[in-house]
Structures are given as C-alpha cells and as structure tokens.
C-alpha cells in the first residue's frame, strides 16, 4: 500500500480531516521512520508527490537530493535541500523548523540555488513549530507555515498547514492560506506527553506546511514538510 494514503487514512479516521484543506493532512509517518521512538530529538520528513499521488521522494532528516524531470537531465536537474534548525527561546520554549529547499543549481555550482535573483529558494516549503515539554507534559503553543517561489519556472498554486498536540482528535487546527506565511496560534493548555513515534498511532504531536507548486518539466507537484516529536 502506498504510505502517504495510509497515512492520510489514518488522520482522516482519527477525525483530523478538515473539509477546506488543499490536502488531507498526514503528520503522521512513525510506520516507516529510523528515528528512535522514545527519543526527545524531533523528527522531520520531506515528500515530494505528484498530481496523481505518485511518490517522488520521501526522506527523513537534513541532506540533499536529485529530483528526475521530463524536461532536464538528471545532470542539471532539480533538487531538493531538506534542512532542520533548533534553538531555545530564553522562556524555556523551543522552536523548531524543517524546511524542503527546490533548487536549480547553475553549472552544477549549488551557490545560485535556482532562483531568478541567483541568492534565493526557487521554492520554499516550511513548518515551523513553537512548544515545550515540562515533565510529563507538551504543549505546542504556534505553529508557522511558510509556501513560496522566487523563480520563473516553479509556481505557487497553493498552501496548507496543519497542527496537532495529544491524543489522536483532541487538539487539532489547520488552515489554507495564500499570503506566503501564515501563523496559527493554538492557544491550548498543556497535555499529557506521549511521543509520537512510539504512540501506535495514538497520540499525534507536530505539524506540516505543504505547498501545491507548478514546477515546469514535472507539472504540478506536492512538496510536504512534516515535523513531530
């Protein structure tokens, strides 16, 4: 079965579908991760899917991979950086982000990462989460989506966010946007911590950002940056 459907399955059956989302949101990916389940470290994964739902790419954690296109060689093709970044606020909150990078490398030099201004993104996915865990409880307190392109061949034809803390169905919000970020502040109370990865499914605490871009050579394409812990 294809996992990205399994996953939205089980968002969809948790009661965490929404009917004004670009997608249905599948945070969730613990069937296939390496990551250590009972590990506070979050975890991040990155998929890129076709029109049709066809998976392109799915990875976890930072690097940097080829994407094949109809139009370009895989010798000067398009890639993707997939990059993480953490810090503490003085508050005692940390934010954390993972970020899905389209790329078009110029003579194969990655400084002029595809852009028509050579210094930015072509097309930028990101999910940037704020929340702290005090013993032996979470709280995610916002949640920023970031969806958009600086280049004359990708194009942003929509954005989507989602967030969600606890037990499956308990604390749950997502929203479609079109500025180039939008900000969810959850306003919601501590709960009892349960990791994600070793929940079984039962317990879902992270977000994602998905961008819907037209990307010439490969059509339209669905890049998805997920995060939880």
């Known amino acids: 079965?294809?996992?990205?459907?399994?996953?939205?399955?089980?968002?969809?059956?948790?009661?965490?579908?929404?009917?004004?989302?670009?997608?249905?949101?599948?945070?969730?990916?613990?069937?296939?991760?390496?990551i250590a389940s009972s590990s506070r470290i979050p975890s991040c994964r990155f998929t890129v899917e076709d029109s049709a739902g066809n998976i392109?790419?799915?990875?976890?954690?930072?690097?940097?991979d080829s994407l094949s296109t109809?139009?370009?060689?895989?010798?000067?093709?398009?890639?993707?950086?997939?990059?993480?970044?953490t810090v503490q606020n003085n508050d005692g909150t940390i934010v954390s982000s993972c970020s899905a990078r389209l790329a078009m490398p110029t003579s194969g030099n990655a400084r002029n990462i595809g852009s028509d201004t050579a210094d930015e993104p072509s097309a930028l996915v990101k999910i940037e989460i704020t929340y702290s865990i005090v013993d032996p409880n979470i709280k995610i307190s916002k949640a920023v989506g970031t969806v958009y392109s600086k280049a004359s061949f990708a194009s942003i034809q929509g954005r989507s966010m989602a967030v969600a803390q606890g037990l499956m169905g308990q604390f749950y919000k997502d929203a479609t946007f079109n500025t180039q970020s939008h900000t969810i502040n959850t306003n919601w109370d501590y709960c009892?911590?349960?990791?994600?990865m070793s929940s079984m499914y039962t317990h879902l605490n992270g977000g994602e950002c998905v961008g819907q871009v037209y990307v010439s050579g490969m059509g339209e394409t669905y890049i998805r940056a997920e995060w939880v812990i």
């Open 56 to 64: 392109l790419l799915s990875k976890e954690g930072a690097g940097v």
């Open 192 to 196: 009892p911590y349960t990791p994600t």
């Open 1 to 34: 079965m294809n996992t990205v459907f399994s996953r939205r399955d089980l968002i969809k059956f948790g009661g965490l579908a929404a009917a004004g989302s670009l997608l249905i949101p599948s945070v969730a990916f613990a069937e296939d991760s390496a």
């Open 70 to 85: 109809n139009a370009r060689s895989s010798d000067s093709g398009l890639r993707l950086y997939r990059d993480i970044n």
